[in-house]
């Protein structure tokens, strides 16, 4: 008797657990299968681990997208992230970047729209809004929209890693990030000093 009750009770918590996984699975707010693997760097809610990964909350489905495949093509090179992509077949990328493009920032950043301030006290403001012209210098919230919040193909800054946009930078400085429109990026970062790669980077970071 007390076999047969043992041998009922692994068989309910067996099904139990098998329609816990299946509730998950159909839930759309737990990570899908294919994105199980960025959870280790990335965080479930794409919170980003400092350093191991960044932050995709506040990404938009469309960049997220095209940088796994530039991820894949090698045109984007990072020895973590390149096989990690290539592990994201069939629908995997358009599951993951649907995943972590629903996801929200934890830091609220209030928009400053361009113009509202004309005068700069700080100089990495000043860079960020109004650029350098005398240099060839674009502002960063040209392409970045207000306060660096991004769209598009276009990154949020506002709120990311300070080390993970100071790596950016340094990699599109080093060529070895690319994929930009026309070589914007990288004609831009090859512009900046290592002191105001630094003071951008933080600067976007710590943005509220």
């Known amino acids: 008797m007390n076999i047969k009750i043992r041998t ?11 329609a816990l996984t299946s509730v998950a699975i159909a839930n759309p707010t737990t990570v ?3 994105g199980q693997i960025c959870v280790t760097c990335h965080g479930a809610e794409g919170e980003g681990i400092e350093p191991l990964g ?9 960049y997220i997208t095209t940088q796994l495949q530039h991820f894949q093509a090698g045109v984007r090179q990072n020895a973590t992230m390149m096989p990690m992509a290539m592990t994201l ?36 403001a ?13 502002a960063c919230v ?11 193909l276009l ?6 890693q300070a080390s993970y ?17 026309d070589g914007m990026m990288a004609n831009v970062a090859n512009k900046l000093t290592a002191a105001e790669v630094d003071a951008l980077a933080n600067y976007f970071a710590n943005l509220k």
Not at 142 to 152: E, I, K, M, V, Y
């Open 165 to 181: 946009i100071k790596t950016q930078l340094l990699a599109w400085q080093a060529g070895t990030r690319k994929g930009d429109v």
């Open 142 to 152: 040209t392409c970045h929209g207000p306060s660096g919040l991004g769209g598009g």
């Open 54 to 62: 960044p932050r995709l909350a506040g990404l938009s489905k469309e």
């Open 89 to 124: 077949q069939g629908d995997g990328i358009e599951q993951v970047a649907s995943y972590f493009s629903d996801k929200s920032p934890k830091t609220e950043v209030k928009p400053v729209i361009r113009g509202e301030q004309v005068t700069f006290s700080d100089d990495t």
């Open 32 to 34: 899908p299968p294919a």
């Open 126 to 138: 000043r860079l960020a809004y109004q650029g350098d012209w005398s240099r060839g210098l674009p």
């Open 8 to 18: 009922l009770t692994k068989g309910i918590a067996l099904i139990y657990g098998c």
């Open 155 to 160: 990154p949020r800054l506002a709120g990311q």
